[in-house]
């Protein structure tokens, strides 16, 4: 059984910067965060595999967005930086058992835990 808890998220200027983090509690191969907006669908945003480090990220993120992982302390941050309304939404922390290959398109299907939640809301 794996365990989350968010922490971060809140109000932010256009091109401004927001840090979420992770808690991770118990066995997981990959860490992640996916972001839905209000009538939208859940979508992918990064992914941290556990053991190396390997970085998965959604193409409208490179550039602006770093994921990384602290197996010392359990955690897992998602810097936002440069961020636009369209980045406004509850950014959820996800966990999954598996360790996927670097090419892999992840999706919510690959995690099997789910944090709560937390709003980011960006405004213009």
């Known amino acids: 059984q794996v365990q989350l808890e968010e922490s971060g998220g809140g109000l932010v200027q256009a091109g401004g910067s927001l840090r979420l983090s992770c808690a991770v509690s118990g066995r997981a191969g990959t860490v992640g965060w996916f972001r839905q907006a209000p009538g939208n669908e859940r979508e992918f945003v990064a992914a941290?595999?556990?053991?190396?480090?390997?970085?998965y990220l959604r193409q409208s993120v490179k550039g602006r967005f770093t994921i990384a992982r602290d197996n010392a302390k359990n955690t897992v941050t998602l810097q936002m930086s440069s961020l636009t309304p369209e980045d406004t939404g509850a950014y959820f922390c996800?966990?999954?058992?598996?360790?996927?290959?670097?090419?892999?398109?992840?999706?919510?299907?690959?995690?099997?835990?789910w944090g709560q939640g937390t709003q980011v809301t960006v405004s213009s």
């Open positions: 996800a966990a999954g058992s598996r360790s996927f290959i670097a090419s892999m398109k992840l999706e919510a299907s690959h995690f099997d835990y």
């Open positions: 941290v595999r556990r053991f190396d480090g390997q970085v």
